[in-house]
């Protein structure tokens, strides 16, 4: 059996114009190829050796290791890290349900009510459009804010590949914030931003940022929450730029992390809460972790709370 016929065109051109050629010089060539038989075709990881004797090259030996179930696992693990991603975005939104049930509720209300001004007016005697135009124009202004809030939640919850996009963070922020802020005036709670005054962008996928910023936002709410009589406390999010480095803090004023919560908190089904599931932060992290950064968290240094911050490489556009 000759070597060509184990393993598909590429493969075998790849073996001959590179493993073979980077062998004779190193000794050794790895990498995954592609090899064929009566059952189909499957991957392999392929190491060429180059043996000498008295510094004259002798053969060639070759060991492959089928690859095959190592990709079906990886593939099935994809598969449900992408399903475990989905529902905590369902279950994020549905801790919104109260935020985005009073989105909806205004520019709804708004829509009825400049219709019910223009039903009332036609039961005049007379009308002209003059008289019409402006509640027409704010009805329309209302009905596509309550589009844009839908859309939102729609785009959130669609279960979706990762799309990469050139996106500006202070602008993402502000679309964040607005499904949140509910949250924060029934918290009794001030959120805060504090941003640069150039524009950052990065080339990532908006809903994955999105569930990033939500989990990290809703948690420093929910630490910082005190009773409506009581005074109003602020919850920060910095947006810096540290080099080639888009640094996001979300930092709230909480009674902070103990030493065992603060290594232990991104661990999977671990939480601080009685009522947590242990799983937002634990899949932010690999979220933040697939698009090249790092999110970590600690104790504000000054002040009570803690912090959670992240990093992420900024684009060129």
């Known amino acids: 059996m000759c070597l060509q016929s184990l393993f598909t065109d590429a493969s075998y051109n790849t073996i001959l114009s590179e493993a073979l050629d980077i062998a004779e010089q190193v000794g050794s060539w790895q990498g995954e190829l592609t090899m064929k038989s009566e059952c189909g075709m499957f991957p392999v990881h392929l190491e ?8 004259n090259l002798e053969h060639y030996s070759i060991v492959a290791r089928n690859l095959k179930a190592v990709k079906e696992t990886e593939a099935q693990l994809k598969h449900y890290k992408s399903e475990v991603d989905h529902y905590s975005r369902l279950i994020t939104m549905g801790v919104l349900a109260s935020s985005l049930a009073h989105e909806l509720n205004q520019p709804l209300t708004g829509i009825f009510n400049y219709l019910r001004g223009i039903e009332l007016r036609f039961k005049g005697e007379s009308i002209h459009w003059d008289d ?37 963070i202070a602008s993402l922020l502000n679309e964040v914030l607005e499904l949140v802020h509910y949250n924060a005036n029934k918290a009794n709670v001030e959120l ?14 908006r809903v994955q940022l999105e569930q990033v910023l939500i989990n990290l936002i809703i948690n420093a709410i929910e630490a910082s929450e005190v009773e409506p009589l009581q005074d109003v406390k602020p919850v920060y999010i910095c947006v810096e ?55 970590w968290a600690g104790n504000n240094e000054n002040t009570e709370g803690a912090f959670f911050s992240f990093s992420l490489h900024v684009s060129n556009r």
């Open 241 to 295: 730029l540290k080099g080639e480095l888009l640094v996001v803090t979300v930092e709230d004023r909480g009674k902070g992390l103990s030493k065992v919560h603060i290594e232990k908190v991104f661990q999977q089904f671990y939480s601080t809460k009685t009522s947590g599931l242990g799983m937002g932060l634990a899949i932010s992290k690999s979220l933040i972790e697939e698009m090249g950064g790092e999110l």
């Open 132 to 168: 019409i135009a402006l509640p027409v124009t704010n009805a329309s202004k209302a009905a596509m804010r309550a589009g844009s809030i839908i859309h939102q939640m729609m785009s959130f919850t669609k279960k979706r590949p990762a799309e990469l996009e050139c996106i500006e």
């Open 48 to 55: 060429v050796l180059a043996h000498y004797h008295l510094d």
């Open 192 to 205: 805060i931003t504090l941003l640069p005054d150039h524009e950052i962008f990065v080339n990532l996928d």
